[in-house]
Nanobody, 110 residues
């Protein structure tokens, strides 16, 4: 049974940084394109960043996703955070093929 556990969220001031992590058990992530998603209150879940099976890292604007296949982990480095980045962040395959974890809350506020 696949299980996803996200961590690393918290309260941060605008302009700050956070590094989120997720660890997957029950399968090997090396076979999957992995992604981070987020869902803000009252909004639909949206995909934030994606890293394919052939890549280790992908950079997009303020966010960088990376994967560690040996540890079955995926990370999201978030820099220059803005209040609109406030959301619960989730890790899953592209397309949401794993059971959803509990997510990790990111709050950007002064």
């Amino acid at each position: 049974q696949v299980h996803v556990v996200e961590s690393g969220g918290g309260l941060v001031q605008p302009g700050g940084s956070l590094r989120l992590s997720c660890v997957v058990s029950g399968t090997s992530i090396r076979f999957f394109t992995m992604a981070w998603y987020r869902q803000a209150p009252g909004k639909q879940r949206e995909m934030v960043e994606v890293v394919s099976t052939g890549d280790i890292t992908d950079y997009a604007d303020r966010f960088t996703i990376s994967r560690d296949n040996a540890k079955n982990a995926v990370h999201l480095q978030m820099n220059s955070l803005k209040p609109e980045d406030t959301a619960t962040y989730y890790c899953n395959t592209k397309g949401g093929g794993f059971p959803w974890g509990q997510g990790t809350q990111v709050t950007v506020s002064s």
